[in-house]
């Protein structure tokens, strides 16, 4: 059953899931629209606002300073720190707004503070991924 959010003086109404991480939560509610509650990390506070942070959501990650979501088409947006390339988009430039990530067909999203691991629908191999470069190669 759905969790009456409203209750609690949060925006949306009901949760179909609920994801955290160290200072915030995500919530996806029963219209697939994603809600932020709380900060990414000190230096990337988003604005707890009446509108969610993205809509028609199928599933969402939240890391320890990253947030990756999976919208109903199978495409993967990201937005967060990315000092240590985490985000997998070949930069290390922190991202504000919500980026379309140019990896398709992923099953699960996971991570750490500095690095992030995408499993993708069909296993072949296709373990992306993006850390920092002190890892060791093949440690993950």
């Not at 942070?53 to 919208?71: D, G, K, Q, R, T």
Request: glycine fraction near 8%.
């Amino acid at each position: 059953s759905l969790i009456n959010l409203k209750s609690w003086g949060f925006r949306c109404s009901r949760a179909n899931k609920i994801k955290a991480s160290n200072n915030y939560a995500l919530v996806l509610d029963d219209e697939n629209n994603c809600w932020l509650y709380g900060k990414i990390s000190p230096s990337l506070i988003r604005k707890n606002t009446d509108k969610p942070i993205a809509i028609n959501i199928e599933n969402m990650f939240a890391l320890p300073n990253s947030v990756f979501f999976i919208n109903n088409n199978g495409t993967t947006l990201y937005f967060g720190e990315n000092e240590h390339g985490q985000l997998g988009d070949g930069t290390n430039e922190r991202k504000y707004r919500t980026m379309q990530s140019n990896i398709y067909n992923v099953k699960f999203i996971t991570g750490g503070n500095s690095f992030s691991v995408f499993v993708c629908k069909q296993f072949d191999s296709s373990l992306l991924s993006f850390c920092y470069d002190d890892f060791v190669p093949g440690q993950l």
